[in-house]
């Protein structure tokens, strides 16, 4: 056997560039780069063996480590999983920097390799600078933070533990039903420790996400099910985007008369004009798409984790017969509440679902009428961000002017605040991928960071960040990183001087407005936060927006511009839209001195017995 002499960071870099995909009969690398910040535990190790390997797999640095994870998982999302990006900390907060990224990977079952460096293997230096020293537990770091959060974790003591623990990464990294976060932790000393290592570790391995078909049993069942509907309706989560699904997706509702509610990770699975698109379901849904979930007999659900926010906290399918169809790769979602499941890769199973229903189509009647409820959504909901001359507009009406000077070939990203809602109520996606919302872990500071990685990913499509100031005050460094890059980004920040979508939220449950807008907090100067001189100051293009004519300008400038923009625009905290949407469980204090807490109280156990716990 012939072996090769290197560190174990060596080792890793070497991996990595040999790690190759197919996209579209094109080979690439797997690795789209590795995201770096530096510290006493990577750099001396894995710091000179990516500068070794440089040309083939390029180092980003960038100025927050959550930040650069964000990146690298919006890269992950937008490359529909089939490339990825690693990131390599410092140990200690640098690594813990990582944990609440890993967190957003790990709900939103998205992949992305964690190299946090770790304490002495060999302890001899002990307490190491940022070593936290458990007294009960020798074996604990910092990075045991991690274990939760990783679909795959592993500790690096030794130079040849690398070579199963790369090979169990890459699995679980590639694994459709599997993937999510993989951190190895390299302990210091390891990354510089030599081992000979063999040739053929390193030889170039093309990963192919594989099609995992439907079970004959699963299949005969579901076919079953669906073919006795009466009154069946489709839910798209992000599956149907990773599974590359939007055709077969629209041609299985069109050839069976169905239509398809989105959740936030599904929307843009099918354009906004199709036919069979019926808009956002759930708690932020359309009321097209809501009215037909609560009368559906089955749904259909396909590749969605059937979060809350879909499900309107299970409140929503309200047909005491219905049943759920869980087409879903992975048989932990496929199986929930109840589901008839149906493992198989989206598009293989709507295929093959499709072939066992034959020329089965739904009743008339029910397509009829979610026609009828479609075109009603879209003429009532279109004056919510119609054109206004208000000093405050609304997210809406922000909203309203970003499509308006949009194409349709723009990728919106979002994340938290007031602005998921509304933008899955409101923006009109065109193209697949066209909506980049992280909605499982609504992590405020993704927006920008994220924005940076969709870039990244797929240069050719104008990236609109949409962001509210408080997650823009939480996490804005990587605007930085984009230009700092050249990677273009267009962030609309909507300033509405506080936590608005939480005010509101509190006032909903019953409580004063306390803590959340800044006029409401505990201050002896209330901060009139200069949004735009801020952007500049990180070497941004900024511009104050005042109202919506100046919006459009401001995008238009901003669209031909070589270099990020921020543009920042006052906007109104109260306004929101109030059609559409569903019940959401917020739970509401059972006992207070407050008359509004116990209406809301009452108006919460009222709104529990639409609930269906478990079924
Ligand atoms: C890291 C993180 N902390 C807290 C929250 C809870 N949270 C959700 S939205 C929000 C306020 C967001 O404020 P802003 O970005 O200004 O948007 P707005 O609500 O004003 O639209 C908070 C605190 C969160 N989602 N993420
Ligand atoms: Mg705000």
Aim: aromatic share 6%; glycine share 8%; hydrophobic share 40%.
């Amino acid at each position: 056997m012939s072996t090769i002499r290197l560190t174990m960071a060596q080792a890793v870099a070497r991996f990595l560039t040999a790690q190759k995909t197919e996209i579209d009969g094109t080979s690439l690398p797997l690795f789209g780069g590795v995201w770096a910040i530096f510290g006493h535990g990577n750099v001396a190790g894995m710091g000179e063996a990516l500068h070794g390997v440089r040309d083939q797999l390029p180092t980003y640095r960038a100025h927050n480590e959550q930040g650069m994870a964000h990146a690298a998982i919006a890269f992950a999302k937008t490359s529909r999983r089939r490339r990825m990006m690693a990131c390599t900390t410092s140990i200690g907060p640098g690594a813990t920097n990582m944990v609440t990224a890993a967190a957003v990977a790990h709900v939103n079952r998205l992949p992305v390799l964690l190299l946090p460096g770790d304490v002495f293997a060999n302890r001899r230096p002990d307490p190491v600078l940022q070593q936290i020293e458990s007294f009960s537990d020798g074996t604990v770091s910092a990075n045991d933070c991690f274990r939760p959060v990783s679909r795959y974790f592993d500790r690096i003591t030794r130079p040849e533990q690398i070579i199963p623990a790369l090979q169990r990464s890459m699995t679980v990294l590639t694994d459709p039903a599997e993937c999510g976060p993989v951190t190895l932790a390299l302990c210091q000393d390891t990354q510089t420790e030599a081992y000979d290592y063999p040739e053929s570790f390193f030889a170039d391995k093309i990963w192919i996400p594989r099609r995992i078909r439907p079970d004959e049993t699963e299949l005969a069942e579901a076919a079953d099910l669906v073919r006795n509907a009466k009154k069946p309706f489709i839910v798209a989560g992000g599956g149907v985007l990773y599974s590359n699904a939007e055709k077969v997706l629209a041609d299985f509702a069109q050839t069976h008369g169905l239509f398809v509610g989105e959740t936030q990770a599904g929307k843009s699975s099918i354009p906004h004009d199709h036919p069979a698109c019926l808009g956002a379901i759930g708690v932020t849904g359309t009321g097209a798409a809501n009215a037909l979930a609560e009368e559906a007999d089955v749904v259909i659900a396909v590749g969605t984790r059937l979060q809350d926010f879909t499900t309107g906290s299970w409140a929503l399918f309200k047909d005491p017969k219905r049943r759920i169809v869980g087409l879903n790769v992975q048989a932990f979602d496929a199986t929930k509440h109840n589901a008839v499941p149906l493992v198989a890769d989206a598009r293989v199973g709507l295929e093959e679902l499709s072939q066992a229903l034959g020329g089965w189509k739904a009743p008339e009647a029910w397509t009829a009428r979610a026609r009828d409820e479609k075109a009603r959504w879209f003429e009532s909901a279109a004056r919510y961000t119609d054109p206004t001359n208000a000093e405050l507009p609304s997210d809406a009406q922000v909203i309203g002017a970003v499509q308006r000077t949009s194409s349709p070939t723009d990728v919106v990203v979002c994340a938290a605040g007031g602005l998921p809602g509304e933008l899955h109520k409101h923006w009109k996606a065109s193209t697949a991928l066209g909506y980049h919302m992280e909605y499982g872990y609504s992590c405020m500071g993704y927006e920008i960071a994220g924005g940076l990685g969709v870039k990244m990913a797929d240069p050719s499509r104008e990236v609109i960040v949409m962001v509210g100031d408080g997650s823009y005050l939480m996490m804005n460094s990587e605007l930085a990183t984009s230009v700092m890059l050249g990677q273009k980004l267009t962030v609309v920040l909507l300033d509405n001087r506080g936590y608005g979508c939480i005010n509101r939220l509190q006032r909903a449950t019953g409580g004063e407005s306390f803590n959340n807008l800044l006029q409401h907090t505990n201050h002896v100067t209330l901060p009139e936060i200069d949004f735009a001189a801020h952007a500049a100051s990180l070497g941004a293009q900024a511009i104050k927006a005042k109202g919506i004519g100046e919006l459009e300008d401001a995008l238009k400038k901003a669209r031909s511009a070589e270099r990020s923009t921020v543009i920042v625009i006052d906007t109104d905290p109260l306004a929101s839209t109030d059609a559409g949407g569903h019940w959401w469980d917020v739970a509401v204090p059972e006992v207070s001195v407050r008359d509004q807490v116990k209406t809301a109280r009452k108006n919460y156990e009222d709104a529990l017995g639409a609930q269906r716990v478990g079924d």
